[in-house]
């Protein structure tokens, strides 16, 4: 499914593949171009199984979210967001409470501009345009748009992006400064690929993306474990994504799930 003709965000280099179109592409979403697709298909020969990682990766971001809103959550920001459009957090949310408000973040041209149009009749919801790798400008761009109220517990989101963040970035200390703006009982969502489950099929992914503007890095469960020091983690713990908190009968296998899940709440 193609962007519809006459929704192009005006400046979009259309030419030039992009992970939150890719992602959305594998979603079954209706913003991505033709090169995203291309990307796509070589990310889907890696791992054919591609879509419904996807799938489970936006199912576990839905759980997340209600899970936040059913302790007392009604405010959101969600990190590295791409489009937010196919089960996005301020439509989730605001199903279990209209007063929900959402900031989303991300630093690419495409993402922000895609988002903007989806965004631009909503008073609720808004996108600022920072790398979430920069905590501090981060937190400052949110804080002008007045949506976050951060003497309230806020839940922060980090679904399927922190894969996108390099070693020399120090994801440890990236997460802690999100962790030290918020007050207690603030919860964090956070999912990524690991090498764990599937290892073979996770090597060729990161061979694809090298030669894409958005490299991948996958992280062991320890490693992610690491990241939520500060948090309590809730029940299941760090585990492949239909196992945490599956709703109904779950058939998906868990080996084959290629990204590790998990919500904390902070202390």
């Known amino acids: 499914m193609a962007e519809q003709a006459g929704r192009i965000p005006e400046g979009v280099d259309t030419g030039r593949p992009s992970a939150a179109r890719l992602y959305d592409y594998l979603l079954g979403g209706g913003h991505n171009f ?25 199912a576990f971001l839905r759980r997340a979210v209600l899970f ?25 949310a605001r199903r279990a409470d209209p007063r929900a408000r959402v900031v989303y973040v991300d630093f690419e041209e495409v993402a922000v501009a895609h988002s903007r149009l989806i965004l631009e009749d909503d ?13 501090e400008e981060v937190l400052a761009a949110t804080r002008e748009t007045g949506l976050l109220d951060f003497s309230e517990p806020v839940g922060v989101l980090a679904v399927g992006v922190f894969h996108f963040v390099p070693p020399e970035a120090d994801p440890r200390a990236v997460v802690a400064a999100y962790r ?25 992914i990161v061979e694809v993306m090298k030669k894409s503007q958005n490299p991948m890095f996958p ?25 945490w908190r599956p709703e109904g009968q779950n058939t998906d296998d868990p080996d084959r799930a290629g990204i590790y899940a998990a919500v904390g709440r902070k202390i």
């Open 123 to 135: 008073p609720q919801a808004e996108i600022v345009q920072e790398d979430m790798t920069r905590p």
């Open 180 to 204: 030290d703006a918020v007050p207690g009982g603030s919860h964090l969502a956070f999912s990524q690929f690991t090498g764990d489950l599937q290892p073979a099929e996770m090597a060729g």
């Open 34 to 58: 033709a090169a995203d697709r291309a990307l796509a298909e070589r990310f889907l020969r890696a791992q054919p199984n591609a879509r419904t990682i996807a799938r489970l990766n936006r």
């Open 68 to 92: 936040m809103v059913d302790n007392g959550i009604r405010q959101f920001l969600d990190l590295g967001s791409g489009i937010p459009t196919v089960g996005n957090v301020h439509e989730i």
């Open 219 to 243: 992280r062991t469960r320890a490693e992610i474990e690491g990241l939520f020091a500060g948090f309590d983690l809730v029940e299941p713990g760090v585990v492949p994504l239909p196992l």
